[in-house]
Protein backbone atom coordinates (compact mmCIF):
# COMPACT_ATOMS: atom_id res chain seq x y z
CA UNK A 1 0.00 0.00 0.00
CA UNK A 2 1.71 3.24 -1.28
CA UNK A 3 0.11 5.52 1.58
CA UNK A 4 1.25 3.30 4.15
CA UNK A 5 4.70 3.63 2.81
CA UNK A 6 4.37 7.40 2.90
CA UNK A 7 3.82 7.30 6.35
CA UNK A 8 6.40 4.73 7.25
CA UNK A 9 8.66 7.48 5.41
CA UNK A 10 7.64 10.21 7.66
CA UNK A 11 7.42 8.40 11.08
CA UNK A 12 10.64 8.30 13.05
CA UNK A 13 12.17 5.49 14.52
CA UNK A 14 10.71 4.05 18.33
CA UNK A 15 7.54 7.09 18.01
CA UNK A 16 4.54 7.63 20.40
CA UNK A 17 1.79 7.29 17.72
CA UNK A 18 -2.04 7.67 18.25
CA UNK A 19 -3.84 6.46 15.45
CA UNK A 20 -7.68 7.93 15.04
CA UNK A 21 -9.79 6.39 13.31
CA UNK A 22 -7.41 3.46 13.10
CA UNK A 23 -9.51 0.45 11.71
CA UNK A 24 -8.30 -3.02 11.81
CA UNK A 25 -4.69 -1.89 13.17
CA UNK A 26 -3.01 -2.99 10.72
CA UNK A 27 -0.91 0.55 9.93
CA UNK A 28 -0.07 0.40 13.65
CA UNK A 29 0.74 -3.03 13.62
CA UNK A 30 3.38 -2.63 10.36
CA UNK A 31 4.65 0.63 11.87
CA UNK A 32 5.33 -1.44 15.31
CA UNK A 33 7.33 -4.28 12.98
CA UNK A 34 8.92 -1.16 10.87
CA UNK A 35 9.64 1.92 13.14
CA UNK A 36 9.18 -0.23 16.59
CA UNK A 37 6.47 2.47 17.56
CA UNK A 38 4.62 2.54 20.17
CA UNK A 39 1.14 3.12 19.32
CA UNK A 40 -2.12 3.41 20.32
CA UNK A 41 -5.38 3.70 17.81
CA UNK A 42 -8.55 5.07 18.20
CA UNK A 43 -11.81 3.30 16.74
CA UNK A 44 -15.19 3.33 17.17
CA UNK A 45 -16.52 -0.02 14.76
CA UNK A 46 -16.97 -2.97 16.55
CA UNK A 47 -15.88 -4.99 14.32
CA UNK A 48 -12.43 -3.39 13.47
CA UNK A 49 -12.21 -3.34 17.33
CA UNK A 50 -12.19 -6.99 17.75
CA UNK A 51 -9.68 -7.06 14.60
CA UNK A 52 -7.25 -4.53 17.02
CA UNK A 53 -7.17 -7.05 19.43
CA UNK A 54 -6.81 -10.09 17.81
CA UNK A 55 -3.66 -8.37 16.08
CA UNK A 56 -2.43 -7.05 19.68
CA UNK A 57 -2.52 -3.07 18.94
CA UNK A 58 -4.00 -1.42 21.64
CA UNK A 59 -7.20 0.30 20.97
CA UNK A 60 -9.96 2.62 22.41
CA UNK A 61 -13.24 2.44 21.86
CA UNK A 62 -14.01 6.55 21.37
CA UNK A 63 -15.93 8.54 19.28
CA UNK A 64 -13.36 10.93 17.59
CA UNK A 65 -15.45 13.95 18.07
CA UNK A 66 -16.61 13.51 21.21
CA UNK A 67 -13.69 12.16 23.10
CA UNK A 68 -10.57 13.84 21.73
CA UNK A 69 -10.30 15.94 24.45
CA UNK A 70 -9.62 13.26 26.94
CA UNK A 71 -5.62 13.24 25.34
CA UNK A 72 -5.65 17.05 25.89
CA UNK A 73 -2.87 16.09 28.91
CA UNK A 74 -0.88 13.64 26.38
CA UNK A 75 2.49 14.43 24.26
CA UNK A 76 2.48 12.30 21.06
CA UNK A 77 5.16 12.19 18.51
CA UNK A 78 2.82 11.86 15.88
CA UNK A 79 -0.90 11.47 15.23
CA UNK A 80 -2.04 10.08 12.39
CA UNK A 81 -5.55 10.87 10.29
CA UNK A 82 -5.87 8.53 7.80
CA UNK A 83 -9.01 8.35 5.64
CA UNK A 84 -11.01 9.60 8.48
CA UNK A 85 -11.33 13.51 8.99
CA UNK A 86 -14.31 13.59 6.61
CA UNK A 87 -16.06 11.47 8.79
CA UNK A 88 -16.18 13.91 12.10
CA UNK A 89 -18.49 16.28 12.85
CA UNK A 90 -16.29 18.57 13.45
CA UNK A 91 -12.81 18.05 11.78
CA UNK A 92 -11.03 21.99 12.47
CA UNK A 93 -11.30 21.44 16.01
CA UNK A 94 -10.25 18.00 15.70
CA UNK A 95 -7.39 18.51 13.32
CA UNK A 96 -7.09 21.69 15.54
CA UNK A 97 -6.80 19.36 19.05
CA UNK A 98 -4.45 16.84 17.45
CA UNK A 99 -1.82 19.50 17.03
CA UNK A 100 -2.08 20.25 20.30
CA UNK A 101 -1.32 16.58 21.95
CA UNK A 102 1.31 15.51 18.72
CA UNK A 103 3.65 17.83 17.50
CA UNK A 104 2.54 16.89 14.23
CA UNK A 105 0.15 14.86 12.03
CA UNK A 106 -0.31 13.02 9.13
CA UNK A 107 -3.65 13.55 7.46
CA UNK A 108 -4.61 11.15 4.35
CA UNK A 109 -7.55 12.40 2.75
CA UNK A 110 -9.82 11.69 -0.50
CA UNK A 111 -10.21 14.54 -2.86
CA UNK A 112 -13.54 15.81 -3.96
CA UNK A 113 -12.24 17.93 -6.65
CA UNK A 114 -11.15 14.73 -8.55
CA UNK A 115 -12.40 15.11 -11.98
CA UNK A 116 -14.08 11.85 -11.57
CA UNK A 117 -16.16 13.19 -8.60
CA UNK A 118 -16.51 16.63 -10.37
CA UNK A 119 -18.05 14.56 -13.49
CA UNK A 120 -20.51 12.52 -11.66
CA UNK A 121 -21.68 15.50 -9.91
CA UNK A 122 -22.15 17.01 -13.52
CA UNK A 123 -24.05 14.40 -14.76
CA UNK A 124 -25.98 15.05 -11.43
CA UNK A 125 -25.20 12.20 -9.58
CA UNK A 126 -23.03 11.52 -6.11
CA UNK A 127 -19.70 10.62 -6.55
CA UNK A 128 -18.73 6.72 -6.05
CA UNK A 129 -14.92 6.16 -6.68
CA UNK A 130 -12.26 3.81 -5.55
CA UNK A 131 -11.49 6.63 -2.42
CA UNK A 132 -15.10 7.35 -1.86
CA UNK A 133 -16.61 3.44 -2.39
CA UNK A 134 -19.76 4.22 -0.41
CA UNK A 135 -22.98 5.33 -1.80
CA UNK A 136 -24.83 8.61 -0.25
CA UNK A 137 -27.41 6.93 1.68
CA UNK A 138 -24.59 4.60 3.48
CA UNK A 139 -21.70 6.89 3.39
CA UNK A 140 -19.94 8.10 6.52
CA UNK A 141 -18.72 10.96 5.23
CA UNK A 142 -20.12 14.49 6.46
CA UNK A 143 -17.64 16.91 5.36
CA UNK A 144 -16.05 15.75 2.23
CA UNK A 145 -13.25 18.54 0.87
CA UNK A 146 -11.20 18.84 -1.86
CA UNK A 147 -7.53 19.25 -1.80
CA UNK A 148 -8.38 23.19 -2.62
CA UNK A 149 -10.50 23.38 0.47
CA UNK A 150 -8.15 21.89 3.14
CA UNK A 151 -5.10 23.34 2.38
CA UNK A 152 -7.13 26.77 2.38
CA UNK A 153 -8.04 25.72 6.07
CA UNK A 154 -4.51 24.96 6.92
CA UNK A 155 -3.86 28.11 5.56
CA UNK A 156 -6.37 30.23 7.59
CA UNK A 157 -5.91 28.25 10.85
CA UNK A 158 -1.65 29.27 10.27
CA UNK A 159 -1.10 25.14 10.16
CA UNK A 160 2.06 24.32 8.00
CA UNK A 161 2.08 21.98 5.47
CA UNK A 162 5.55 20.15 5.82
CA UNK A 163 5.16 17.68 3.41
CA UNK A 164 2.53 16.86 0.96
CA UNK A 165 1.64 13.97 -1.55
CA UNK A 166 -1.26 14.22 -4.41
CA UNK A 167 -1.72 10.31 -5.17
CA UNK A 168 -3.69 9.25 -7.96
CA UNK A 169 -6.32 6.50 -8.40
CA UNK A 170 -3.79 3.89 -7.80
CA UNK A 171 -2.52 5.41 -5.00
CA UNK A 172 0.70 6.69 -6.97
CA UNK A 173 1.98 10.20 -7.38
CA UNK A 174 2.07 10.82 -10.81
CA UNK A 175 3.00 14.20 -12.81
CA UNK A 176 -0.91 14.37 -13.64
CA UNK A 177 -1.51 14.59 -9.82
CA UNK A 178 1.19 16.64 -9.57
CA UNK A 179 0.75 19.43 -11.93
CA UNK A 180 -2.86 19.81 -11.12
CA UNK A 181 -3.55 17.60 -7.64
CA UNK A 182 -7.05 19.69 -7.25
CA UNK A 183 -8.13 18.08 -10.31
CA UNK A 184 -5.83 14.93 -10.98
CA UNK A 185 -5.31 13.61 -7.22
CA UNK A 186 -7.50 11.30 -5.85
CA UNK A 187 -5.83 11.29 -2.80
CA UNK A 188 -3.66 13.97 -0.13
CA UNK A 189 -1.28 12.79 2.20
CA UNK A 190 0.00 15.86 4.39
CA UNK A 191 2.45 16.05 7.21
CA UNK A 192 1.28 19.06 9.39
CA UNK A 193 2.80 21.14 11.89
CA UNK A 194 1.70 23.97 13.98
CA UNK A 195 2.86 27.09 14.61
CA UNK B 1 -14.23 -30.60 32.11
CA UNK B 2 -11.64 -31.22 34.98
CA UNK B 3 -12.67 -29.59 37.97
CA UNK B 4 -10.48 -29.99 41.64
CA UNK B 5 -11.43 -28.41 44.45
CA UNK B 6 -8.68 -28.13 47.65
CA UNK B 7 -7.99 -26.12 50.66
CA UNK B 8 -4.72 -25.62 51.41
CA UNK B 9 -3.05 -24.54 54.75
CA UNK B 10 0.44 -22.22 54.48
CA UNK B 11 1.80 -22.45 57.60
CA UNK B 12 4.02 -18.89 57.06
CA UNK B 13 3.03 -16.19 58.91
CA UNK B 14 0.48 -13.61 56.26
CA UNK B 15 1.64 -10.18 56.66
CA UNK B 16 -1.17 -7.75 55.87
CA UNK B 17 -1.09 -4.30 54.60
CA UNK B 18 -3.24 -3.14 57.59
CA UNK B 19 -0.24 -3.98 59.59
CA UNK B 20 -1.58 -7.06 61.18
CA UNK B 21 -0.67 -10.75 60.97
CA UNK B 22 -2.15 -13.88 60.17
CA UNK B 23 -0.24 -16.59 61.75
CA UNK B 24 -0.89 -19.29 59.34
CA UNK B 25 -3.94 -19.04 56.44
CA UNK B 26 -6.33 -21.28 54.53
CA UNK B 27 -6.88 -21.15 50.81
CA UNK B 28 -9.62 -22.84 49.09
CA UNK B 29 -9.88 -23.25 45.41
CA UNK B 30 -11.06 -24.54 42.24
CA UNK B 31 -8.71 -25.42 39.28
CA UNK B 32 -10.48 -26.46 35.84
CA UNK B 33 -8.84 -28.09 33.10
CA UNK B 34 -5.20 -29.03 33.19
CA UNK B 35 -1.30 -27.61 33.79
CA UNK B 36 0.40 -28.08 30.48
CA UNK B 37 3.81 -29.33 30.85
CA UNK B 38 5.38 -26.04 30.62
CA UNK B 39 3.31 -24.95 32.83
CA UNK B 40 1.99 -21.86 30.68
CA UNK B 41 -1.50 -22.35 30.05
CA UNK B 42 -2.29 -20.85 33.38
CA UNK B 43 -5.15 -18.51 34.13
CA UNK B 44 -6.24 -16.73 37.23
CA UNK B 45 -9.93 -15.50 37.89
CA UNK B 46 -10.52 -13.48 40.82
CA UNK B 47 -14.23 -12.76 42.32
CA UNK B 48 -16.09 -10.16 42.54
CA UNK B 49 -17.00 -9.49 46.26
CA UNK B 50 -19.93 -11.85 46.81
CA UNK B 51 -18.11 -14.84 44.95
CA UNK B 52 -16.34 -17.30 45.47
CA UNK B 53 -13.71 -19.80 44.27
CA UNK B 54 -16.75 -21.92 42.15
CA UNK B 55 -16.65 -19.84 39.20
CA UNK B 56 -17.50 -22.63 36.95
CA UNK B 57 -18.76 -25.86 36.53
CA UNK B 58 -20.93 -27.99 38.88
CA UNK B 59 -20.06 -28.03 42.35
CA UNK B 60 -19.50 -31.27 43.93
CA UNK B 61 -20.96 -30.07 47.07
CA UNK B 62 -24.26 -28.90 46.37
CA UNK B 63 -24.04 -29.18 42.29
CA UNK B 64 -24.63 -25.35 42.27
CA UNK B 65 -23.68 -23.65 38.96
CA UNK B 66 -20.44 -21.78 39.24
CA UNK B 67 -20.91 -17.93 39.05
CA UNK B 68 -18.53 -17.26 36.00
CA UNK B 69 -19.79 -20.55 33.98
CA UNK B 70 -21.10 -18.70 31.18
CA UNK B 71 -17.28 -17.11 30.80
CA UNK B 72 -15.39 -20.57 31.81
CA UNK B 73 -15.36 -23.73 30.37
CA UNK B 74 -14.78 -26.34 27.28
CA UNK B 75 -14.85 -24.29 23.94
CA UNK B 76 -16.27 -20.99 26.22
CA UNK B 77 -14.04 -17.66 25.78
CA UNK B 78 -12.04 -18.61 28.16
CA UNK B 79 -11.63 -22.59 26.66
CA UNK B 80 -10.22 -25.01 29.63
CA UNK B 81 -9.62 -27.32 26.84
CA UNK B 82 -6.76 -24.88 26.40
CA UNK B 83 -6.26 -23.02 30.13
CA UNK B 84 -5.60 -24.16 33.40
CA UNK B 85 -8.41 -21.91 35.32
CA UNK B 86 -7.77 -21.11 39.05
CA UNK B 87 -9.90 -19.02 41.39
CA UNK B 88 -9.50 -18.77 45.20
CA UNK B 89 -11.50 -17.94 47.67
CA UNK B 90 -10.56 -14.23 48.97
CA UNK B 91 -9.27 -14.54 52.48
CA UNK B 92 -11.78 -12.48 54.32
CA UNK B 93 -14.09 -14.34 52.79
CA UNK B 94 -17.06 -17.46 53.93
CA UNK B 95 -16.57 -19.28 51.45
CA UNK B 96 -14.07 -21.69 53.13
CA UNK B 97 -10.65 -19.53 53.18
CA UNK B 98 -9.41 -18.28 56.39
CA UNK B 99 -12.05 -15.53 57.19
CA UNK B 100 -14.47 -14.09 60.07
CA UNK B 101 -16.24 -17.38 60.21
CA UNK B 102 -13.00 -19.67 60.46
CA UNK B 103 -11.29 -20.52 63.57
CA UNK B 104 -8.16 -18.47 64.89
CA UNK B 105 -5.29 -20.63 65.72
CA UNK B 106 -3.90 -18.28 68.46
CA UNK B 107 -7.20 -18.66 70.91
CA UNK B 108 -9.02 -21.66 68.87
CA UNK B 109 -12.02 -19.34 68.94
CA UNK B 110 -14.02 -17.86 65.51
CA UNK B 111 -12.28 -15.11 64.18
CA UNK B 112 -15.09 -13.05 64.09
CA UNK B 113 -15.14 -9.05 64.03
CA UNK B 114 -11.41 -10.00 65.52
CA UNK B 115 -10.48 -11.22 61.71
CA UNK B 116 -8.24 -8.36 60.34
CA UNK B 117 -9.02 -5.70 57.95
CA UNK B 118 -8.06 -6.73 54.17
CA UNK B 119 -7.02 -5.68 50.89
CA UNK B 120 -7.61 -5.98 47.38
CA UNK B 121 -2.89 -6.26 47.87
CA UNK B 122 -3.41 -8.83 50.48
CA UNK B 123 -5.50 -11.10 48.49
CA UNK B 124 -3.02 -10.70 45.40
CA UNK B 125 -0.20 -11.22 47.73
CA UNK B 126 -2.33 -14.95 48.65
CA UNK B 127 -2.85 -15.69 45.12
CA UNK B 128 0.55 -15.29 44.72
CA UNK B 129 1.49 -17.81 47.34
CA UNK B 130 -1.09 -20.41 45.80
CA UNK B 131 0.49 -19.76 42.67
CA UNK B 132 3.97 -20.24 43.75
CA UNK B 133 2.38 -23.34 45.52
CA UNK B 134 1.15 -24.52 42.05
CA UNK B 135 4.08 -24.10 40.36
CA UNK B 136 3.29 -21.67 37.69
CA UNK B 137 5.73 -18.73 37.27
CA UNK B 138 3.30 -17.07 35.06
CA UNK B 139 -0.06 -16.41 34.45
CA UNK B 140 -1.19 -15.79 30.79
CA UNK B 141 -3.99 -13.68 32.18
CA UNK B 142 -5.78 -12.30 35.21
CA UNK B 143 -9.40 -11.32 34.94
CA UNK B 144 -12.14 -10.30 37.03
CA UNK B 145 -15.20 -8.19 37.05
CA UNK B 146 -15.64 -5.45 39.36
CA UNK B 147 -13.74 -6.14 42.77
CA UNK B 148 -12.59 -8.85 40.28
CA UNK B 149 -10.97 -6.26 38.16
CA UNK B 150 -9.46 -4.23 40.76
CA UNK B 151 -7.43 -7.65 41.60
CA UNK B 152 -6.67 -8.22 37.95
CA UNK B 153 -5.24 -4.36 37.86
CA UNK B 154 -3.38 -5.04 41.18
CA UNK B 155 -2.02 -8.34 40.01
CA UNK B 156 -0.36 -5.95 36.83
CA UNK B 157 0.96 -3.40 39.43
CA UNK B 158 2.13 -5.75 42.45
CA UNK B 159 4.05 -8.50 40.09
CA UNK B 160 5.19 -7.42 36.37
CA UNK B 161 6.82 -10.10 35.89
CA UNK B 162 4.27 -12.43 36.51
CA UNK B 163 1.50 -12.14 34.61
CA UNK B 164 1.16 -12.11 31.12
CA UNK B 165 -2.42 -9.96 30.24
CA UNK B 166 -4.54 -8.61 32.60
CA UNK B 167 -8.49 -8.06 31.86
CA UNK B 168 -10.13 -5.33 34.38
CA UNK B 169 -13.77 -5.71 33.53
CA UNK B 170 -16.85 -3.25 35.35
CA UNK B 171 -14.14 -1.79 37.46
CA UNK B 172 -12.32 1.20 38.85
CA UNK B 173 -8.62 1.98 40.00
CA UNK B 174 -10.66 4.23 42.77
CA UNK B 175 -14.26 3.81 44.13
CA UNK B 176 -16.30 6.75 43.51
CA UNK B 177 -17.58 8.72 46.68
CA UNK B 178 -21.41 7.51 45.96
CA UNK B 179 -19.97 3.82 46.05
CA UNK B 180 -18.47 4.57 49.53
CA UNK B 181 -21.65 6.04 50.49
CA UNK B 182 -23.79 2.81 49.24
CA UNK B 183 -21.53 0.42 50.77
CA UNK B 184 -21.99 2.99 54.29
CA UNK B 185 -25.67 2.79 54.19
CA UNK B 186 -25.43 -1.54 53.59
CA UNK B 187 -23.26 -1.52 56.64
CA UNK B 188 -24.73 0.72 59.11
CA UNK B 189 -27.89 -1.82 58.39
CA UNK B 190 -26.02 -4.45 59.45
CA UNK B 191 -24.29 -2.61 62.22
CA UNK B 192 -27.47 -1.53 63.67
CA UNK B 193 -29.07 -4.94 63.65
CA UNK B 194 -29.71 -5.97 67.20
CA UNK B 195 -27.60 -9.34 66.97
CA UNK B 196 -24.76 -8.00 65.30
CA UNK B 197 -23.43 -7.70 68.77
CA UNK B 198 -20.02 -5.79 67.34
CA UNK B 199 -19.21 -8.85 65.25
CA UNK B 200 -19.36 -11.06 67.64
CA UNK B 201 -22.70 -12.67 66.80
CA UNK B 202 -21.50 -16.24 66.15
CA UNK B 203 -20.22 -16.80 69.69
CA UNK B 204 -23.47 -15.52 70.79
CA UNK B 205 -24.92 -18.49 68.89
CA UNK B 206 -26.91 -15.93 66.50
CA UNK B 207 -26.64 -14.12 63.11
CA UNK B 208 -27.18 -10.54 62.13
CA UNK B 209 -29.74 -11.35 58.82
CA UNK B 210 -31.88 -8.45 58.83
CA UNK B 211 -29.13 -5.91 58.68
CA UNK B 212 -27.10 -8.24 56.32
CA UNK B 213 -30.76 -8.82 54.03
CA UNK B 214 -30.97 -5.16 54.28
CA UNK B 215 -27.43 -4.52 52.91
CA UNK B 216 -27.69 -7.09 50.34
CA UNK B 217 -31.14 -5.60 48.90
CA UNK B 218 -29.12 -2.36 48.49
CA UNK B 219 -26.44 -3.80 46.66
CA UNK B 220 -28.44 -5.62 44.79
CA UNK B 221 -29.89 -2.56 43.16
CA UNK B 222 -27.17 -1.02 42.11
CA UNK B 223 -25.89 -3.98 40.31
CA UNK B 224 -28.71 -3.95 38.40
CA UNK B 225 -30.02 -1.54 35.48
CA UNK B 226 -32.88 0.78 35.51
CA UNK B 227 -33.76 -0.16 31.90
CA UNK B 228 -32.65 -4.53 32.86
CA UNK B 229 -35.56 -3.62 36.12
CA UNK B 230 -37.87 -1.81 33.67
CA UNK B 231 -38.06 -4.42 31.28
CA UNK B 232 -37.82 -7.88 33.80
CA UNK B 233 -40.34 -6.26 36.37
CA UNK B 234 -41.75 -2.88 35.25
CA UNK B 235 -44.33 -2.21 37.70
CA UNK B 236 -46.14 -5.74 37.64
CA UNK B 237 -47.86 -6.34 40.62
CA UNK B 238 -46.57 -9.96 42.59
CA UNK B 239 -49.22 -12.84 42.15
CA UNK B 240 -51.04 -13.33 45.86
CA UNK B 241 -49.67 -17.44 45.98
CA UNK B 242 -45.45 -16.61 45.58
CA UNK B 243 -45.40 -13.89 47.84
CA UNK B 244 -42.68 -13.76 50.27
CA UNK B 245 -44.34 -11.53 52.76
CA UNK B 246 -47.81 -9.87 53.01
CA UNK B 247 -46.26 -6.30 53.05
CA UNK B 248 -45.28 -6.73 49.08
CA UNK B 249 -47.13 -5.25 46.22
CA UNK B 250 -44.77 -5.38 43.17
CA UNK B 251 -42.95 -7.96 41.78
CA UNK B 252 -39.55 -6.11 42.25
CA UNK B 253 -39.90 -6.22 45.97
CA UNK B 254 -40.89 -9.38 45.96
CA UNK B 255 -37.53 -10.43 44.11
CA UNK B 256 -35.16 -8.02 46.47
CA UNK B 257 -36.93 -9.76 49.63
CA UNK B 258 -35.85 -13.29 47.85
CA UNK B 259 -32.73 -12.60 47.19
CA UNK B 260 -32.21 -10.90 49.99
CA UNK B 261 -33.19 -13.57 52.17
CA UNK B 262 -31.09 -16.35 50.55
CA UNK B 263 -28.31 -14.00 50.81
CA UNK B 264 -28.62 -13.53 54.20
CA UNK B 265 -28.69 -16.89 54.89
CA UNK B 266 -25.89 -18.48 53.20
CA UNK B 267 -22.99 -14.98 53.27
CA UNK B 268 -21.44 -13.62 56.81
CA UNK B 269 -22.19 -10.15 57.65
CA UNK B 270 -18.19 -9.68 59.14
CA UNK B 271 -17.24 -10.79 55.18
CA UNK B 272 -20.12 -8.12 53.68
CA UNK B 273 -18.15 -5.06 56.30
CA UNK B 274 -14.55 -6.87 55.21
CA UNK B 275 -15.34 -6.81 51.39
CA UNK B 276 -16.92 -3.69 50.93
CA UNK B 277 -14.11 -1.93 53.09
CA UNK B 278 -11.55 -3.54 50.77
CA UNK B 279 -13.47 -1.89 47.76
CA UNK B 280 -13.27 1.87 49.25
CA UNK B 281 -9.98 1.72 50.15
CA UNK B 282 -8.82 0.13 47.13
CA UNK B 283 -6.83 3.12 45.61
CA UNK B 284 -3.34 2.28 43.74
CA UNK B 285 -2.88 6.01 43.30
CA UNK B 286 -2.19 7.01 46.61
CA UNK B 287 1.74 5.47 47.16
CA UNK B 288 2.07 7.81 44.18
CA UNK B 289 0.38 11.16 45.48
CA UNK B 290 -2.80 10.26 43.60
CA UNK B 291 -0.94 10.37 40.24
CA UNK B 292 -2.34 6.51 38.86
CA UNK B 293 -0.02 6.93 36.02
CA UNK B 294 2.96 6.22 37.77
CA UNK B 295 0.97 3.73 39.88
CA UNK B 296 1.06 2.16 36.35
CA UNK B 297 4.29 2.90 35.11
CA UNK B 298 6.21 -0.57 36.17
CA UNK B 299 2.94 -2.70 34.36
CA UNK B 300 4.32 -5.28 31.69
CA UNK B 301 1.47 -6.71 30.93
CA UNK B 302 -1.31 -5.94 28.38
CA UNK B 303 -4.47 -4.50 29.26
CA UNK B 304 -7.95 -5.21 28.81
CA UNK B 305 -10.35 -2.71 30.25
CA UNK B 306 -14.00 -3.25 29.50
CA UNK B 307 -17.05 -1.35 30.79
CA UNK B 308 -20.74 -1.48 30.57
CA UNK B 309 -22.82 0.87 28.83
CA UNK B 310 -25.67 0.04 31.88
CA UNK B 311 -23.27 -0.34 34.99
CA UNK B 312 -23.56 2.73 36.79
CA UNK B 313 -21.86 1.48 39.86
CA UNK B 314 -18.52 1.76 38.27
CA UNK B 315 -19.58 3.23 34.78
CA UNK B 316 -17.66 3.06 31.27
CA UNK B 317 -15.91 6.40 32.18
CA UNK B 318 -14.00 4.67 35.72
CA UNK B 319 -12.54 1.76 32.89
CA UNK B 320 -11.47 4.51 30.39
CA UNK B 321 -9.54 6.25 33.64
CA UNK B 322 -7.52 3.76 33.82
CA UNK B 323 -7.10 3.33 29.84
CA UNK B 324 -6.08 6.63 29.84
CA UNK B 325 -3.38 6.56 32.43
CA UNK B 326 -1.98 3.64 31.47
CA UNK B 327 -1.61 5.18 27.88
CA UNK B 328 -0.31 7.95 29.87
CA UNK B 329 2.62 5.42 31.34
CA UNK B 330 2.97 4.16 27.92
CA UNK B 331 0.98 0.66 28.30
CA UNK B 332 -0.35 -1.70 26.07
CA UNK B 333 -3.91 -0.71 27.33
CA UNK B 334 -7.56 -1.51 25.12
CA UNK B 335 -10.21 0.16 26.42
CA UNK B 336 -13.57 -1.30 25.11
CA UNK B 337 -17.31 -0.61 25.87
CA UNK B 338 -19.94 -3.31 25.76
CA UNK B 339 -24.11 -2.97 25.77
CA UNK B 340 -24.87 -5.98 28.66
CA UNK B 341 -28.16 -4.43 29.65
CA UNK B 342 -27.59 -5.96 33.45
CA UNK B 343 -26.31 -2.81 34.40
CA UNK B 344 -23.05 -4.19 36.42
CA UNK B 345 -23.70 -7.54 36.55
CA UNK B 346 -22.75 -7.34 32.81
CA UNK B 347 -19.60 -8.93 33.18
CA UNK B 348 -21.20 -11.99 34.30
CA UNK B 349 -23.39 -12.55 31.02
CA UNK B 350 -22.04 -13.75 27.92
CA UNK B 351 -22.58 -12.39 24.66
CA UNK B 352 -21.43 -12.63 20.78
CA UNK B 353 -19.05 -9.69 21.22
CA UNK B 354 -17.86 -10.12 24.62
CA UNK B 355 -17.06 -13.77 23.90
CA UNK B 356 -15.15 -12.43 20.79
CA UNK B 357 -13.04 -9.93 22.54
CA UNK B 358 -11.94 -11.84 25.24
CA UNK B 359 -10.68 -14.71 22.71
CA UNK B 360 -9.30 -12.03 20.77
CA UNK B 361 -7.38 -10.75 23.76
CA UNK B 362 -6.23 -14.40 25.44
CA UNK B 363 -5.28 -15.78 21.75
CA UNK B 364 -3.62 -12.62 20.69
Redesign the interface.
Known amino acids: MPITEIIKKWITEGANVIDFGCGDGSLLCDLKDSKNINGYGIEIDPDQIELCIENGVSVIEQDIDQGIQDFSSFNFDIAIMASSIQCLKNPDVALDKMLDIADCCIVTLPNFGHWKCRLDVFLGRMPVTKSLPVTWYETNNYHLCTIKDFENLCEERGFILNKRKYLNTNYKESWLSSLRPNLFAAEGVYLIEKE | MKVTSKKIKFENALSLECGSTLPSFELMFETYGELNKQNSNAVLVCHAFSGNHHAAGESNLDSSIGWWDQMIGPNKAIDTNKYFVVCSNNIGGCGGSSGPTTINPTNEEVYGADFPVVSVVDWVNTQKILMDYLGISKWELVLGGSLGGMQALQWAISYPENINKAGIFAAAAQASTQNIAMNEVARESIRKDENFYDGHYLKNNTKPKKGLKTARMLGHITYLSEEHMDLRFGRKFQDNESKITRDVDFEIENYLQYKGEKFSDAFDANTYILMTKAMDNFDPSSNEDGDLKKALTNIKS?L?IIGFKTDWLFPPKKG?EI??AA??A?I??????LDGKHGHDSFLFMSD?YF??IR??I??
Open positions: KLKQLMEGKSSFVVRKISFES
